[in-house]
Every structure is written in structure tokens, then in C-alpha cells.
């Protein structure tokens, strides 16, 4: 079935520096979005994106955190300064269509372990 | 707010049992419920939703889930599970008009040979 993947799949990262996970969505998929997932915990909302623009963002979602996807390239999450407690698993996913009354299925990727020492 | 519980963190079965797992959720308005299976070291795979009519959903790899407005309820069920079953189980649930997807907190299904 269609696949979105993820890159990197790990990444380690010291307190501070920047760092961009990147995400190749499914090919005709319009709707993007990130999610994170501290180990052992449940996977959570942080934002999703259409047509260039942030839909709808998480508290989780915070200041340091920005999407993107230049020219229909990867999209993207950076976080610029990061922190200890951005150490989690970001999944990305795609959907054709977003809310309403079209329900559209999710794709995700295998996700990137991110760890910030 | 839509909030998920699955209350068994984990679940135990022979090879050929059945299974439920167990899901339950939050929400005042129209809702829609999904299941994804994670296998190790992998991305989350769609298993199965529910938005309205027929409340048995069928899915794939002999999977089915039962709506229950009552119970508030998405349980997941299987009649003969295969060692390939073994992964996690995330129940999703989205209130209608919205994108972000609430998952709960996953149920990793063991199963022995």
C-alpha cells in the first residue's frame, strides 16, 4: 500500500543545536501531519498542515517547533533551539482529504527516534 | 475534548484463540474510530474505522471492531489469531470536523505458540 517514509530513522542530537526530521508523504496526499510519542507513552497531536499553511497546532506544539514543505519536497519539522524533553519518537502521516465528512485514512512512517542529550 | 482508554496494556493469547481488545472513548458530538497495528520498529498501519452506519466494521486480516454508542465503546476483535499478530494496537478516535487523531495508549498483544 501506498508508504510514507521517514528520514532519519534515529537521530541523536546534543541540547541546543537544531535539528530537521523529514518526512516523504504518500505522492497525492494533500494533508500532513506530526506526531510525537514519548517511550512508553501514547502517540500525540502536535500539527497538521495543508496548502502551505499550519491548520491546527497541539499545546505540545510549542514556539521552538516549525513545519514546512518547500516546492513539494519533504515535509518537514524542525526544532530550533531543542530541548531534553523533545526526546520521543516523531511520526509523520498523510491523509488525500482532511476533516468533515470525509473521513481519510492516516498513512504514517516508521518514525524518527530523536534523542537529545 | 475526545479522550481514548485501553484499559489492558497488555494481552496474552495462545496461537488459534480469539481476541478483544478493548477500547473505550470520550466524546460528545459525531465521532470517528479507527484501529492501527504497529509492529516492531514500524510505522503505524490502518487496520480499520467507523463513522456511521453498520456498527461491526471489518478489517483487515479477519479483524472486526464493534461500535457501541451505549458503552462508548470500539473493541477490537479477532476469532483465530495468528503468530503474525503479535505487535500494538492503537485505538483512535477524531471528532467530527477535525483532522488530529487522539490515540490511546496502546495494548501489545503477545502471542504464545
Known amino acids: 500500500g501506498p508508504k510514507v517514509l521517514q528520514i532519519p530513522s534515529h537521530q541523536i542530537i546534543d541540547m541546543g543545536q537544531m535539528v530537521t526530521l523529514n518526512c516523504d508523504p504518500v505522492s497525492n496526499h494533500l494533508y500532513f501531519y506530526w506526531y510525537k510519542q514519548i517511550l512508553g507513552q501514547q502517540m500525540e497531536f502536535l500539527v497538521n498542515f495543508y496548502n502551505g499553511k499550519v491548520m491546527e497546532k497541539s499545546k505540545l506544539f510549542k514556539d521552538q517547533f516549525s513545519v514546512e514543505r518547500p516546492d513539494g519536497s519533504y515535509f518537514t519539522l524542525k526544532i530550533q533551539p531543542t530541548a531534553l524533553e523533545d526526546s520521543a519518537v516523531y511520526f509523520c502521516?498523510?491523509?488525500?482529504?482532511?476533516?468533515?465528512?470525509?473521513?481519510?485514512?492516516?498513512?504514517f512512517g516508521p518514525g524518527t527516534r530523536l534523542t537529545v542529550l | 475534548t475526545q479522550t481514548v482508554s485501553q484499559s489492558d496494556a497488555h494481552v496474552t493469547v495462545f496461537e488459534g484463540d480469539s481476541v478483544e481488545l478493548r477500547c473505550n472513548y470520550s466524546y460528545g458530538g459525531s465521532i470517528y474510530l479507527s484501529w492501527y497495528i504497529q509492529h516492531h520498529g514500524h510505522g503505524l498501519q490502518f487496520l480499520l474505522k467507523?463513522?456511521?452506519?453498520?456498527?461491526v466494521v471489518q478489517g483487515v486480516n479477519g479483524f472486526e471492531a464493534e461500535f457501541s454508542k451505549s458503552d462508548s465503546s470500539f473493541h477490537l476483535r479477532k476469532a483465530s489469531v495468528h503468530w503474525s499478530d503479535s505487535a500494538v494496537y492503537f485505538c483512535?478516535?477524531?471528532?467530527?470536523?477535525?483532522?488530529?487523531?487522539?490515540f490511546g495508549k496502546g495494548t501489545q498483544l503477545i502471542i504464545q505458540p
Open positions: 502521516a498523510s491523509s488525500l482529504v482532511g476533516g468533515g465528512d470525509n473521513y481519510a485514512e492516516q498513512f
Open positions: 467507523y463513522y456511521s452506519g453498520n456498527p
Open positions: 483512535a478516535v477524531r471528532g467530527g470536523g477535525a483532522d488530529r487523531l487522539t
